[in-house]
């Protein structure tokens, strides 16, 4: 009886881009694009555009994860402020709230060990279907009284936020909104251009130290996400990557440092 490899899948092909299969499956994975150059051809691309931003995300991997931000401290809080109620229902609560939260996005219920970069990612082009296709309410406030959207989102967030200026591609600010994120607050930035076209930059908690970037596909939808001093921020607009690549570097760029931890006086 002979060894039959499995199909070659979604998640071989992204392992294969992140480095992380056995020798065995990556010949496999090898012998498979041989015979797929157009998908051999897009990998390339990814591997080249993932290395960018490692180079560009090198000097993160270095810094301090700031106490408030450690999963233990977060917990440990956490526990205090919710006593009985968060002991006996943490990990319901965690499994409810990890696909989308207060019933907005009805994904089903997320597996505990998702890795933070695909929650972020999936919440985020959950949002973005969500709420793209809306005609009257895109957004909760407007482009015109942004001063306001900043300071709101800020404070929902719990932390300062800068609001990227896409105007050299094309795209303007239509506002914002704050959505569920588990039992923390997410911020979400809706733009458009001249065709219509919407793009949305979703900000996010995310208790990790882990720097990563990765890029998502689904339908029509395009992701670029990425942790960052214990947030997730994602990039989504029906685009194509090469499009979408410069951009989500742009949003990066200005985010960086935009969402900061308070520093406490005294």
């Known amino acids: 009886m002979t060894n039959t490899p499995l199909p070659i899948g979604e998640d071989d092909l992204q392992a294969y881009v992140d480095d992380r299969q056995s020798e065995v499956r990556r010949s496999e994975v090898d012998a498979y694009l041989a015979d797929h150059p157009e998908l051999a051809a ?90 793209v296709v809306e005609v009257n ?32 591609f094309g795209f303007r600010l239509m506002g914002g909104r704050v959505l569920p994120a588990a039992s923390e607050a997410a911020a979400m930035l809706m733009y458009d251009d001249d065709n219509g076209t919407r793009l949305t930059v979703y900000v996010r908690a995310a208790a990790t130290g882990e720097t990563a970037f990765r890029f998502w596909k689904e339908g029509d939808v395009s992701t670029f996400a990425w942790l960052d001093q214990g947030y997730g921020f994602a990039v989504s607009a029906a685009s194509d990557r090469d499009r979408l690549f410069p951009i989500a570097e742009a949003v990066y760029k200005t985010l960086d440092g935009g969402v900061s931890v308070p520093r406490r006086d005294g």
């Open 42 to 131: 897009r990998l390339a691309e990814d591997r080249d555009q993932r290395e960018t931003l490692r180079r560009q995300l090198a000097g993160k991997f270095t810094e301090p994860i700031p106490s408030r931000l450690r999963v233990a401290n977060i917990r440990l809080s956490r526990r205090h402020k919710r006593g009985v109620w968060l002991r006996n229902g943490i990990a319901a609560a965690f499994l409810l709230t990890l696909g989308g939260g207060a019933g907005w996005i009805a994904r089903g219920t997320a597996p505990v060990e998702m890795p933070p970069t695909v929650a972020v990612t999936r919440d985020a082009v959950a949002a973005y279907r969500t709420f």
């Open 137 to 168: 309410h895109p957004v909760e406030v407007r482009a015109s009284d942004e001063a306001h959207l900043v300071q709101w989102l800020s404070k929902r967030l719990g932390r300062p936020l800068r609001v990227p200026d896409l105007s050299r």
